[in-house]
């Protein structure tokens, strides 16, 4: 059974600040990680891929993974009001469905 | 236009009745799956079809079907409509090379 862990929150944090978002997985057989926003009662949205070990930076966001802890994270700079939604980590080892985590709300308290 | 559409947005059907949902997408992707969500439970894995002659149950596929018409078509079917099957549902899809998923807009649905 492959399993991903993240914190449920909320993770409340003040505008302006760094969010860190965090995911381990079971499946040392995984080879890209996704970062998924999704709005309260709207569809998942891509916001990051990693697939090597180490940082990956797109504009505010940094997502860094290290494969022999299994673990991946997500930062978010700058955190805006609008960043406040529930952030889904989803690793994926080839042939199989992506198994995603139950997510971490995140709330920015302006 | 979305990549990944669903009809119907929202349904409101009674417990008994026979549903389906409706999933296209035009990105020419071989993969589709169907997902429900509940409040803090995540997104679960009803079927997935990674290519129209493939077929796969999820995690939660009892009291569901679905049919690959095409490529672009992967329909879900409740054949007796439950309460317990109220819910938020999600397509994707998903290229066989290209790993990231693309999800639809969803259809709530609420039996009663």
């Known amino acids: 059974q492959k399993e991903v862990e993240q914190n449920s929150g909320p993770l409340s944090v003040p505008e302006g600040a760094i969010a860190s978002l965090n995911c381990t997985y079971s499946d040392r057989g995984s080879q890209s990680f996704f970062w998924y926003r999704q709005y309260s009662g709207k569809s998942p949205e891509l916001i990051m891929s990693?697939?090597?070990?180490g940082d990956k930076e797109d504009g505010r966001f940094t997502a860094q993974l290290n494969k022999a802890s299994q673990y991946v994270s997500l930062l978010i700079r700058d955190s805006q009001p609008s960043d406040s939604a529930t952030y889904l980590c989803?690793?994926?080892?080839?042939?199989?469905?992506?198994?995603f985590g139950k997510g971490t709300r995140l709330s920015v308290i302006a | 236009d979305a990549d990944v559409t669903q009809t119907p947005r929202n349904r409101i059907t009674k417990t008994g009745k026979r549903i389906m949902l409706e999933c296209s997408q035009t990105k020419g992707h071989d993969r589709m799956y169907w997902y429900r969500q509940d409040p803090g439970l995540g997104l679960r894995l009803i079927y997935y079809?990674?290519?129209?002659?493939?077929?796969n149950k999820g995690e939660i596929s009892d009291g569901y079907s679905v049919s690959r018409q095409a490529q672009a078509k992967f329909s879900l079917s409740l054949e007796s409509a439950i309460p317990n099957q109220t819910a938020l549902y999600f397509c994707?899809?998903?290229?066989?090379?290209?790993?990231?998923?693309?999800f639809g807009p969803g259809t709530r649905l609420t039996v009663l």
């Open positions: 994707a899809s998903q290229g066989s090379s290209y790993n990231e998923q693309f």
């Open positions: 079809s990674f290519d129209v002659k493939d077929i």
């Open positions: 990693i697939y090597s070990n």
């Open positions: 989803a690793p994926y080892s080839g042939n199989t469905p992506l198994v």
